[in-house]
């Protein structure tokens, strides 16, 4: 408890799954919790379960102009901001009928393989993806995760402080099958969290990402049958839970995590075991 006493943290994407479990726990610590969200009312509702002075912020993490416009917000009611999480982002971004025929072709490769027999069946994704599927992904990820930055840091450099979290990926190290933008969107994350972890460190500002493994949330509810093979192929032999990625994100933003910076820390269940 009041590990994160009178702290400022904003977190984007705060109003489900992952970020809203992270802004229970950063509350509980002791901070104020700024929610960010595509979703505006859902943000709202965020707040007034989290109560205190928490406050939501509507904007779309990709468009820039609107995030700059969400940080002066910020800076405007309370002047300072001591943690960053950037963990919007969307997964599976595919009609249901290709989602259906993808985890058929998936089962049926998996059966072929566990025949010991040839591969016939193919599970063929980067070949299709539209530019605009593309383009999206990294916009959200990527691109959000670096407007979100360049925004807390005209808070966070004057104050010479801070700290930042930024949502990565098991699939930005170990590689997914048919999610490539995803992964490059992850991966890029990641390096990206190193070299501001370089820069930032005269202005005693940290930065550092998490990593998770499959965890129950909206986001993962899309995968269906498929969550069957994950869990046999986990060490652990289930997903996580958001807690398992909340706990993570209240070490790195309190002064127990003093001596991290530009790490990556992943509960994956053992899924995926170097980073
Ligand atoms: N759940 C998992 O297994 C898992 C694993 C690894 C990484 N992650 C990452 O964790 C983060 C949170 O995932 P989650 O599982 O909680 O998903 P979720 O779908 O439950 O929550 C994501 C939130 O981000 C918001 N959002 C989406 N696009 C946005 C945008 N452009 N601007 C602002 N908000 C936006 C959504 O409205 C939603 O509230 C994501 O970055 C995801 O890639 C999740």
């Given at each position: 408890m009041n590990r994160l006493q009178g702290k400022i943290a904003l977190i984007?994407?705060?109003a489900s799954g992952l970020g809203a479990q992270i802004a229970r726990r950063f509350t509980e610590?002791?901070?104020t919790v700024v929610i960010n969200d595509l979703?505006?009312?859902?943000?709202?509702?965020?707040?007034?379960?989290?109560?205190?002075?928490s406050i939501g912020v509507g904007f779309d993490v990709s468009d820039s102009a609107a995030v700059e416009a969400g940080f002066k917000e910020v800076a405007e009611r309370?002047?300072?901001?001591?943690v960053l999480v950037n963990n919007a982002g969307i997964g599976l971004d595919q009609p249901e009928e290709d989602r259906l025929e993808r985890e058929r072709r998936t089962f049926q490769q998996v059966a072929e393989i566990q025949a010991g027999g040839p591969i016939e069946t193919f599970v063929?994704?980067?070949?299709?993806?539209?530019?605009?599927?593309?383009?999206?992904?990294l916009a959200i990820h990527l691109d959000g995760t670096f407007f979100c930055t360049r925004e807390a840091l005209k808070i966070m450099a004057p104050q010479m402080s801070g700290n930042i979290i930024s949502m990565g990926s098991i699939?930005?190290?170990?590689g997914g099958a048919g999610s490539p933008h995803y992964c490059a969107a992850k991966a890029g994350i990641l390096g990206l969290t190193r070299s501001l972890a370089r820069e930032l460190v005269p202005r005693n500002i940290r930065v550092n990402a998490i990593a998770p493994g499959f965890i129950d949330t909206p986001m993962t509810a899309p995968i269906g049958g498929?969550?069957?093979?994950?869990?046999?192929?986990?060490?652990?032999?289930?997903f996580g839970v958001p807690d398992d990625i909340a706990w993570a994100a209240v070490y790195l933003a309190s002064e127990e995590a003093n001596f991290m910076t530009g790490q990556v820390l992943s509960p994956n269940g053992g899924y995926h075991m170097s980073q």
């Open positions: 984007t994407g705060g610590e002791g901070a979703r505006a009312e859902d943000a709202e509702a965020m707040t007034s379960e989290l109560g205190g002075e309370f002047g300072r901001l001591d063929d994704v980067t070949m299709h993806l539209s530019d605009e599927r593309w383009r999206r992904m699939m930005g190290t170990a498929a969550k069957a093979l994950i869990e046999a192929a986990t060490p652990m032999r289930r």
